[in-house]
């Protein structure tokens, strides 16, 4: 194994000051725990009994991977769950559901019976347009209010709904139209991104000559411009104002479809997958429980785009079944100055905050000045999730911010982050992912399926069901199967690498496919990066392989650096320290620093236009989910530069 592994999963145990414990907390999570020794569907009976039935399951769970179900035969309404029952208890009606920001500086706070009065209208208003239980409908929105109640709108009828990033272009808006069968599009006219209008009415009126099924189109003017309408669109303002009597949460059975989503990647057609209704509710609720730490009081800032699922896991489906207040951001974290993080969470009063690991190192970058100048008495706790957490990320995060950082694991297709350190119990390791939660299980496991000891690296395998894992892809039950099950049978395989440290904690190293293969000599990307990361002048970093005609493969890296650091020097040493702790064979073939990483809206940086450019001299793949064309400009520039 390589050293820098071996050094990372030796990483200490940071026992929670007594400041940051909760003793309820810990009775309560030991208390899981037990539930799940025993037996994990007691678990999952316990989380589903905080929810309100309609009527109760039959059993827990049938079946097992990859064909099972969840709550069989109890009915719910997961709107009802989420917004009727703090809106009809006269000690939370009152309560602020969410308070919004625009990133021009508006802001709009909702309460818990004011979003249940217009997430009500708005449903009344989809089935005047003759939606009703099983039609897909889109959501191209923007973090907005109408995010919520659009969403909600379509649990409350039964609608199947799928979240588009607001940052798609046409063809990415077609092809995932297309391949849902959307019967309908919320929309807004724009949205306001770096002090720009993005215009998401108008992409999608270019999308539409191609899409056939799609026959109503419901217009948010976002902007106050009043656009004029065409045919087949109507005002959201307009469906809202016509329907105060609203219409009744439907019952529904716990497995029906609730939410498709589309996966990230590289593959050609568009790999939408499928959530059921009571197990996202169930699922999600107590991720935002044990992950957030929610009580009575708090405001919990997801700070993440509403596609990318973590906000509907976090907010509006998990966050909200907590009964919590959500404070939702439209714009861009660092616009129209480096302070405006900060200053959101003054204004809010902001508890606890979600994000990528990108952000941290975004702040990171901004210095210490900065964040001195705003400590921030609110806040609470920041987890992360979407990619690994470096060491020197998380450990100048929590010194500096003085909250604990929780970094969470999981993926679009299990619905949920499932393994974390428990918030005001576990102790913390420096971006370890902690243990998996109650009713979920792992394994490590080789190429053959065979399960390996702590310290070795190997394939991370989900052993059984749980409710938020994804039932299927949309339209094509075999494309599930094979994506998932076939190397593995009865294991979901993540596709990602993962090593278990002696105190059973989870250290996910990246995509199996980021392993790449330098004369003859495996290694992850992943592993390069956490030792280029550890230098103290570096930000962040990425590292892909690329072809090689005497090694086969090399890793090459690109880098943004702290204010002040040579380039030139620092890229020396990179090159050096990798050789020394990893092997020659591992050796940075080139360095590139450059001012900004392509980013999606999530935080994930997006390695395969890297490589694209080292390889192609271009990119080939779809750009449109990237949060900044000018970080892609600056790196074709360094690449250009370096020729």
């Given at each position: 194994m390589a050293d820098s592994v071996e050094q990372l999963i030796s990483v200490p145990l940071q026992e929670l000051p007594q400041r940051w414990r909760s003793a309820s907390r810990a009775e309560e999570i030991a208390r899981a725990r037990a539930l799940h020794d025993r037996d994990p569907d007691e678990?999952?009976?316990?989380?589903?009994?905080?929810?309100?039935?309609?009527?109760?399951?039959?059993?827990?769970?049938?079946?097992?991977?990859?064909?099972?179900?969840?709550?069989?035969?109890?009915?719910?309404?997961?709107?009802?769950?989420?917004?009727?029952?703090?809106?009809?208890?006269?000690?939370?009606?009152?309560?602020?559901?969410?308070?919004?920001?625009?990133?021009?500086?508006?802001?709009?706070?909702?309460?818990?019976?004011?979003?249940?009065?217009?997430?009500?209208?708005?449903?009344a208003g989809l089935l005047e347009l003759g939606i009703g239980k099983g039609d897909v409908v889109a959501i191209y929105l923007p973090n907005l209010v109408e995010a919520f109640t659009a969403i909600h709108a379509c649990n409350r009828i039964g609608a199947i709904y799928t979240v588009l990033f607001s940052g798609f272009g046409k063809d990415a808006v077609t092809a995932r139209l297309k391949v849902s069968g959307a019967k309908a599009v919320v929309v807004a006219d724009a949205s306001y991104r770096r002090g720009k209008l993005v215009p998401l009415l108008e992409t999608l009126r270019t999308a539409r000559p191609g899409l056939p099924d799609l026959g109503h189109v419901v217009v948010l003017d976002r902007?106050?411009?009043?656009?004029?309408?065409?045919?087949?669109?109507?005002?959201?303002?307009?469906?809202?104002?016509?329907?105060?009597?609203?219409?009744?949460?439907?019952?529904?059975?716990?497995?029906?479809?609730?939410?498709?989503?589309?996966?990230?990647?590289?593959?050609?057609?568009?790999?939408?997958?499928?959530?059921?209704?009571?197990?996202?509710?169930?699922?999600?609720?107590?991720?935002?429980?044990?992950?957030?730490?929610?009580?009575?009081?708090?405001?919990?800032?997801?700070?993440?785009?509403?596609?990318?699922?973590?906000f509907p896991i976090q907010?509006?489906?998990?966050?909200?079944?907590?009964?919590?207040?959500?404070?939702?951001?439209?714009?861009?974290?660092?616009?129209?100055?480096?302070?405006?993080?900060?200053?959101?969470?003054?204004?809010?009063?902001?508890?606890q905050v979600l994000a990528a690991p990108t952000v941290l190192r975004m702040l990171r970058s901004f210095g210490e000045d900065l964040c001195a100048a705003h400590p921030l008495p609110h806040l609470k706790l920041i987890t992360v999730q979407g990619e690994p957490l470096d060491a020197e990320t998380?450990?100048?995060?929590?010194?500096?911010?003085?909250?604990?950082?929780?970094?969470?694991?999981?993926?679009?297709?299990?619905?949920?982050?499932?393994?974390?350190?428990?918030?005001?119990?576990?102790?913390?390791?420096?971006?370890?992912?902690?243990?998996?939660?109650?009713?979920?299980?792992?394994?490590?496991?080789?190429?053959?399926?065979?399960?390996?000891?702590?310290?070795?690296?190997?394939?991370?395998?989900?052993?059984?069901?749980?409710?938020?894992?994804?039932?299927?892809?949309w339209g094509d039950h075999e494309r599930y199967l094979s994506a998932y099950f076939n190397q593995f049978p009865g294991r979901y395989n993540t596709k990602d690498e993962a090593v278990l440290d002696a105190d059973g904690h989870l250290w996910v190293l990246g995509r199996a496919d980021d392993v790449i293969n330098v004369a003859a000599h495996r290694i992850s990307t992943m592993e390069i990066e956490g030792v280029v990361t550890a230098h103290e002048r570096v930000a962040e970093a990425a590292v892909v392989?690329?072809?090689?005609?005497?090694?086969?493969?090399?890793?090459?890296?690109?880098?943004?650096?702290?204010?002040?650091?040579?380039?030139?020097?620092?890229?020396?040493?990179?090159?050096?320290?990798?050789?020394?702790?990893?092997?020659?064979?591992?050796?940075?073939?080139?360095?590139?620093?450059?001012?900004?990483?392509?980013?999606?809206?999530?935080?994930?940086?997006?390695r395969r236009l890297l490589r694209d450019v080292l390889v192609e001299g271009a990119p080939r793949g779809d750009t449109s989910a990237m949060e900044d064309p000018g970080a892609l400009d600056a790196v074709l520039t360094a690449v250009s530069a370096a020729r």
């Open positions: 678990y999952w009976a316990w989380a589903a009994g905080k929810q309100r039935w309609m009527r109760p399951w039959d059993e827990v769970r049938s079946g097992d991977l990859p064909e099972f179900r969840y709550f069989t035969g109890g009915l719910l309404n997961v709107a009802d769950n989420c917004v009727d029952r703090w809106a009809e208890d006269p000690a939370t009606a009152d309560r602020a559901a969410v308070v919004w920001e625009g990133e021009p500086g508006d802001t709009r706070t909702v309460t818990y019976a004011e979003l249940a009065r217009e997430t009500s209208a708005l449903a902007t106050g411009r009043d656009l004029p309408l065409e045919a087949g669109e109507v005002s959201y303002a307009d469906l809202v104002a016509r329907h105060p009597e609203g219409t009744p949460a439907v019952p529904l059975e716990a497995n029906d479809p609730a939410f498709l989503i589309f996966t990230s990647g590289t593959e050609s057609t568009p790999k939408g997958v499928v959530h059921s209704v009571a197990g996202f509710l169930v699922g999600t609720w107590a991720n935002a429980y044990w992950q957030a730490g929610l009580e009575q009081g708090d405001v919990y800032w997801v700070a993440a785009d509403v596609g990318w699922l973590t907010a509006v489906i998990g966050g909200l079944a907590c009964g919590t207040t959500i404070a939702c951001y439209e714009g861009a974290l660092d616009t129209p100055t480096k302070e405006r993080f900060y200053e959101f969470c003054e204004r809010h009063e902001v508890t998380f450990t100048w995060a929590g010194a500096h911010l003085d909250v604990p950082i929780v970094n969470a694991y999981g993926q679009t297709e299990t619905g949920s982050t499932w393994t974390y350190p428990v918030t005001g119990v576990d102790a913390l390791k420096a971006g370890s992912a902690g243990r998996p939660l109650p009713g979920h299980d792992c394994e490590i496991v080789d190429d053959d399926g065979l399960p390996v000891p702590a310290g070795t690296k190997g394939n991370l395998v989900i052993t059984r069901p749980f409710p938020t894992l994804a039932r299927t892809v392989g690329v072809p090689d005609p005497t090694k086969g493969t090399v890793p090459i890296a690109f880098v943004t650096l702290l204010a002040g650091a040579d380039a030139d020097s620092v890229s020396a040493e990179l090159i050096r320290r990798v050789g020394e702790e990893l092997g020659g064979y591992a050796r940075l073939a080139k360095v590139y620093p450059v001012t900004a990483l392509p980013k999606t809206r999530t935080g994930k940086t997006m």
